[in-house]
């Protein structure tokens, strides 16, 4: 697909979120319209006041004029409040659903995508960008009509006034409009190369907040505030050539309209000197010239607004355009069982440009069976559980669950028969009840007392002020290592899955806690299926099937010859 019909796609999905909302934009277009005749009304109103009112010497017609000139004055401010409420509303309500639906696509993409993207740069893309483009088709064009309101009322009347005058503008847009034609390309590159330098500000502090810890340990605070500095720096360049572009794209224009402005008060002063016009037909017209001028302006400022939109549809195009994984509908459903039985047949894996990491990888694993997964960090342990519970897709080869093979399952249903306990387990900043409940809300109080003791977290509970509804830190920086992989276990625990997968679930502790927990979970989970990722040989006794994976080699070996 073309950038251009790439953009014009985009543009359909743009206003698909309006089509929903389109009694409350037809709404706001006739509060703009209404308010947009009262405000044109009033400059005339005006003229009426000086030339019939004062010049004209007659008082019974200046006070009703000067009440008409009041009550128009205050219909216009109630009607601009209650406006700007409802653009509020529906502006609001445009930029949340477009920040959703860029969420739910994100949610669907696989690991590997996003493995190789910024954080903090597809933060920036759905936040700034998504931004951008809400103002474009809600803010900049509702402005966009009430000024072409505006400017055809201010016209008509400008016409009625003096159609000699009116000339002046017919001069004024092709000029306007030419220069702009000009100026095109360089403000779009300018607006592209600010949205890039403001991206790596956010994909930088996405990365070194986390990293607070490491950067104090490796002493390199001086460092990270230079190349922060770096970055500041060059934003501000961008910054700047974008704002010396947009000036030059505005200024030139501007000295147009002054220019224009001057030779009204010039040509018309001539004709109220030589008596051929009126001296508040003067005054109303040159509130008409600015009030025409204004709406110009505005819509010249459309043109860079439509910049800033390409550059913004074309970086939230970038995540819309990849591919999601398989429909969470497609497929069969995984056959519902108290425990898993997993079956590996002739596994093959490679990533992108690198060697086959495993190739023709076999084994059965009963339902209620310990399968225990040991190895070097490096050497495959990770990926092979990604490729089980279907994060990464193999070359070659299935994975079977109580049957069902993985490539014609429902991907969220072969999901669900997991609970995955990652060496690193993602603590949200919730009560530890609402972290332990994630993903298994239908858990009952006995099954979390249950969970809790088997992962020994009694002595946590202690020690929080407020016990399960104690509020836990983001990322759970508050708790040690070790209490932080005790609740990823328990939540896997509490999801009762078929298939319990536990990523390096001792490697915080110390051998007494970790052995006391391995054998709490061997002794209370015997009828489930166990993948237990470990390089400590404790946690993998009394496994019914070994895999090793040592020196490029993988071995499997059964319970005879396990650890």
């Known amino acids: 697909m073309s950038q251009h019909d790439e953009r014009r796609a985009g543009i359909v999905w743009l206003y698909t979120f309006l089509w929903p909302e389109r009694r409350a934009t037809a709404g706001l277009f006739c509060l703009s319209l209404t308010s947009t005749g009262l405000i044109v009304a009033q400059p005339w109103v005006t003229k009426l006041i000086i030339d019939d009112g004062l010049i004209g010497g007659d008082f019974s017609a200046l006070w009703p004029l000067a009440l008409l000139g009041l009550l128009l004055a205050v219909v216009s401010i109630l009607l601009a409040g209650f406006s700007r409420l409802a653009h509020t ?131 390199t605070e001086s460092r990270e505030g230079v190349a922060l500095g770096g970055l500041n720096t060059r934003l501000l360049q961008s910054l700047l050539g974008l704002q010396r572009i947009e000036f030059m794209t505005s200024a030139v224009p501007s000295i147009l309209v002054s220019v224009s402005r001057t030779g009204v008060f010039l040509l018309g002063g001539f004709w109220v000197i030589q008596g ?196 836990i830190a983001e990322r759970g920086v508050s708790l040690s290592g070790g209490e932080r992989q005790r609740i990823g276990v328990a939540r896997a625990l509490l999801k009762k899955p078929q298939i319990l997968v536990l990523d390096e679930p001792i490697s915080a502790t110390d051998p007494d806690t970790g052995r006391s927990l391995i054998n709490a979970i061997d002794l209370h989970c015997q009828g489930m299926t166990r993948l237990i990722v470990s390089h400590r040989e404790e946690a993998l006794v009394g496994s019914d099937v070994l895999i090793r994976f040592e020196e490029g080699e993988i071995e499997v070996l059964r319970e005879s010859d396990a650890c």
């Open 89 to 219: 509303r529906l502006s609001g309500t445009v930029l949340f659903a477009l920040r959703e639906d860029v969420f739910s696509h994100v949610l669907k993409l696989s690991p590997d995508f996003l493995s190789r993207q910024r954080v903090g740069d597809i933060i920036s893309r759905m936040d700034r960008d998504v931004a951008e483009i809400q103002r474009f088709a809600v803010d900049t064009l509702f402005s966009s009509v009430s000024s072409i309101l505006g400017l055809i009322g201010a016209v008509t009347m400008m016409l009625l006034l003096n159609w000699k005058l009116s000339l002046v503008l017919l001069l004024l847009i092709p000029l306007e409009l030419s220069y702009l034609v000009v100026m095109r390309p360089k403000v779009e590159r300018r607006n592209r190369g600010f949205r890039e330098r403001s991206a790596d500000i956010s994909a930088f502090f996405a990365e070194k907040l986390p990293a607070v810890k490491i950067i104090q340990l490796a002493g």
């Open 276 to 471: 051929e016009f009126e001296v508040g037909s003067l005054i109303a017209f040159t509130t008409y010239v600015g009030m025409a001028i204004g709406p110009v302006q505005s819509l010249l400022g459309l043109y860079l607004s439509w910049q800033r939109l390409t550059v913004s549809l074309d970086r939230v195009a970038f995540l819309r355009r990849q591919p999601t994984r398989p429909s969470e509908t497609d497929g069969c459903l995984v056959p519902q069982c108290p425990s898993g039985a997993l079956s590996l047949e002739g596994l093959c894996f490679a990533y992108p440009d690198q060697a086959k990491l495993f190739e023709g990888l076999s084994f059965d694993a009963p339902a209620g069976s310990k399968v225990g997964i040991w190895g070097k960090s490096g050497s495959g342990k990770t990926t092979l559980l990604d490729l089980i519970i279907g994060y990464r897709q193999p070359l070659a080869g299935d994975v079977m669950l109580n049957g069902c093979r993985q490539r014609e399952a429902q991907p969220r249903a072969w999901r669900q028969a997991f609970g995955v306990a990652p060496q690193d387990p993602v603590l949200f900043h919730a009560t530890l009840r609402d972290n332990l409940l994630y993903g298994c809300s239908e858990a009952t109080v006995t099954d979390i007392d249950n969970a809790i003791e088997i992962c020994g977290l009694t002595s946590l509970l202690e020690k929080l002020s407020d016990g399960l509804d104690t509020m």
